[in-house]
Each structure stands twice: as C-alpha cells, then as structure tokens.
C-alpha cells in the first residue's frame, strides 16, 4: 500500500516526463562506449570513496576537507560534467550554513567540491547504493521528511553543529526543482543559523543544458545516473555569494528571504523558457528528493 505524502512537505510540479529528457537547444548525447566508460569510472570513483572514507576520519579537519573537495571534482569530471565556479570559494573561518537551490543528486557533490560540510538530507538517501553508505560516513544528517515532529530535533542538531564551528549544508527549497521552475525556501533550517549565530553561505546552482541534470518527481536514480553519463556538453555553474550575517535579521524567515534573493539575483541571465506556467506546491504531488523545513 503507497502512502501518500504529507500535506506539510514541499512539492514541486517538475516530472520525469515534462523536464529531463534530452530534448531543447544544445542537448545532444554521446555515443554508448563513452557514456557506459564515464558511469564505470565514476561508479569506481565512487566505491574507491567508500572503502578509503574510515581513513581520512583521524585526519585533521582541512585536511579531510581538502580530500573530500578533491574526491568531489573526480566524481563530478568523471561523469562529464564540466564546472564553472563564480564567487570566492575560500569561505571565511567560523560556522556557516551553506544554502543552495535543488535541482539534482549532483547538487550534493557540486557544493562539497567548493564548500565542503555536513549535509543534511532525506532519511531514504542512507539506502541508496555506494551513495548512501558514503552519506553516512561523511558525517550527513538524516531526517526523516514525513514526520513533523522530527524537525524541530533536526534544527537543534543542525545548531550543535554549527554552535561548535562546524558547516552544514542544506537546500531549503525542500525538493528538488527542474532548474525552470524553483521553489520558496523554507525558513526551519535557517533557525539553527540564528541559534547559533552563523553566517548564511548561499550558492545558486545551473546546468546546461537543464534537462539531464534534473532528478525529479518519481524519477529512479539509475535514470539519472545514466541521464547524465550521456549528457553531451553538460556544465555546471556554481555562482558563490557573499556571506549574510544572520545577526542582521529579526528571525528565520526574514533570513531565508533574504539569502533567497542572494541564490536568485542572476535569474535575469537565466533562459527565460520554462515548462511550468506557475510553480506552486501541491500535497498531491511527489518529488524525489524533499525535506522538510
């Protein structure tokens, strides 16, 4: 029997069917030899981070950081993705939340690669083959986005990590967005920032061509896996913003605004097309990678 999602969580209308096909200007694939060698070669990337993970944990923090950015790249270059960093990369000493607009599983590497921190994500990615047990050993927070109740427990933890020096990353939007249309951020997580009195670090994420990146809607993660192996031409753009003192804002949805319009202020250099004519939330839709906020 399929539960239906909670009435609270964030959805976005973004489809399988509507928004990740290699379809649109500039989309084009790359023959079967290449694509099959680009996912064995960053399936491998990916094992060889399981297996090496326990030894990096008795390592000095920048130096764990600094292997954890490393890792990252070879795993995004691998599967062919090619990356453009705006913005200074080079976060400032102290505790920081790291927000970021959601569009696919390879938003999570692309932010580790810049500003690696402790993740927080949906309680289902901890079951996902090589990428859940290397979640788990690289420190994420799991929450489980169908209970209420366990937000608030979420949040303190998010704040004990940051209390301590430590950055955490989040996507507030609570789903994951075609990269088209986006979502609101949701204010919960930015609570923990004003608890403990952290910077906000937000970082837009693109791709493009748009399509073969998106991971929505009831979409399997081997598609996308594969999606993206094929993906002729694929760029990410990582645009760094400056970081907003959280002291400045009166609570956390005043704070989530703003560090809303810090990931959104180049949405004029986007491509205006869009598969959506609104971009709403609807309890009826499901989405594949949400968390609560």
Request: proline share 10%; glycine share 8%.
């Amino acid at each position: 029997m399929t539960t239906a999602p909670s009435a609270w969580l964030p959805t976005a209308p973004c489809t399988p069917g509507r928004c990740t096909a290699h379809h649109g200007p500039g989309c084009a694939t790359v023959g079967l030899a290449r694509a099959v060698l680009r996912l064995a070669t960053a399936l491998a990337v990916i094992l060889t981070g399981v297996l090496l993970a326990p030894l990096a944990g008795p390592l000095p923090p920048p130096a764990r950081r600094r292997l954890t950015r490393r890792w990252c790249r070879t795993v995004v270059r691998a599967f062919g993705v090619r990356v453009r960093i705006t913005g200074n990369p080079d976060a400032p000493a102290g505790p920081a939340l790291v927000v970021a607009n959601h569009i696919s599983w390879l938003d999570i590497p692309l932010v580790a690669a810049v500003l690696p921190g402790r993740m927080l994500a949906k309680r289902e990615v901890r079951t996902w083959p090589l990428l859940g047990p290397l979640a788990a050993l690289g420190g994420t927070l799991f929450i489980d986005r169908d209970r209420l109740r366990a937000l608030p427990g979420a949040v303190r933890e998010l704040t004990g990590v940051l209390a301590g020096g430590g950055r955490v990353v989040v996507f507030p939007e609570g789903s994951t967005w075609c990269g088209r249309a986006e979502g609101a951020f949701r204010p919960a997580v930015f609570q923990a920032a004003l608890d403990a009195g952290a910077d906000v670090r937000p970082v837009r994420l693109d791709y493009r061509p748009a399509g073969p990146a998106a991971f929505v809607g009831e979409d399997p993660l081997a598609a996308s896996l594969w999606r993206i192996a094929t993906a002729r031409g694929l760029t990410a753009d990582i645009r760094i913003s400056d970081p907003i003192s959280s002291l400045q804002y009166p609570n956390r949805r005043a704070l989530a605004r703003a560090a809303q319009r810090a990931v959104a202020s180049d949405s004029a250099n986007r491509p205006s097309a869009s598969v959506h004519h609104r971009a709403g939330s609807r309890p009826a839709a499901r989405s594949s990678s949400r968390t609560p906020a």
